[in-house]
């Protein structure tokens, strides 16, 4: 509840600034920027004798700047459909402030997550940071644009389990601490994008340590469209349900330019 | 043409553009100086748009102009994007 009017509350201190210069964009999901920058996915799943599954992953963002060196971020994501079981499905929403601290960017996000049926929900108040750029060890930087290039984050959260079923009771318990670690690497060439985020967890409760990998291959073709192969596998919040899943489908990106 | 940085200094647009592409290639290493012109962009050079955020100290110390950073981030996408976006700061002379 705590969490909630947090999140309440940053939403609407929010508005007034995204009323100013704000910039959409859609993409596959807003865990890290090039996860933003894969298209957002609706795949169709045809099987004989079998009803018709679909798998959806999006996400949509609302940037502006706060004064000279930061900004804010509001948004929203769907990783659902229904080749996905309900408790592997996330939905979430973000309320995110970054500012430049050289040679770091330090991000404070409040996050709300939720599983698809809404039976496991969580808000969460984490900070996050990753240095700027370090040629040498490629973070942010491809040398001359070949090649692959990463960039590490870490952070630390807090949160509340604003809602939850019995049988998802002790996944983490209210008033939870979370240290986490993420690595996303990215790789272009002749217009395609391929982009691997890997996020590790150390959390309380019977989540423990946890793992989640994605992945994904976009081709442009045209409009914003692409041909998108993704896939992923592991555990990751509000459930920390293990899964894997491949999938080819039609991507859509908007960038806001 | 001429403008005026924060500090009072007078610039053409070519200065700008010179000074810009020189700031972008020392963030460049091991990218040929001839391969930075005003229509390269910084997907081509390899940044990724975090990495365009080390723009804002050199711009501000040799062009005296303090770039706002979710713009840097969203909406320059080339050398040339971020040339006008420091012509754009400057007032005119």
Known sequence: MRTALLVLLAIAGAAPVLAQAPTVRIGHSYTSE???????????????????????DAAVVVRAPIGRVGGLTLGARAAAGSARASEKRVFGALVRYWRVVNPAVVSLDVDYEADGGLDVQKGVLSLQVTPIGVPSLRIGYARGGAGVSWRPWLGIGYGNVLSADASAAGIEPDGFVRVFGRAELGYRRAGAAATLEATGWLAQGSAGSAGYLKGALSVPIGSGFSIVASGEAGRQPPRFVGGRRLGVGLGYSLRGE | MRRKDDEGKEWTVDEVTAEVIAIVRELSPGVGSAA????????????????????????????????????????????????????ALMEDA
């Open chain 1, 34 to 56: 090039r996860a933003l920058g894969q298209p957002a996915t609706f795949v169709l799943v045809a099987e004989q004798d079998r009803p018709l599954l679909t798998t959806l």
């Open chain 2, 36 to 87: 930075t012109t005003a229509r390269t962009t910084f997907a081509k050079l390899g940044w990724d748009s975090w990495y365009r955020l080390r723009l804002l100290k050199p711009v501000r110390k040799r062009l005296h102009e303090r770039l706002p950073a979710q713009i840097v981030m969203d909406k320059v996408r080339s050398v040339g994007d971020l040339r006008d976006l420091v012509w």
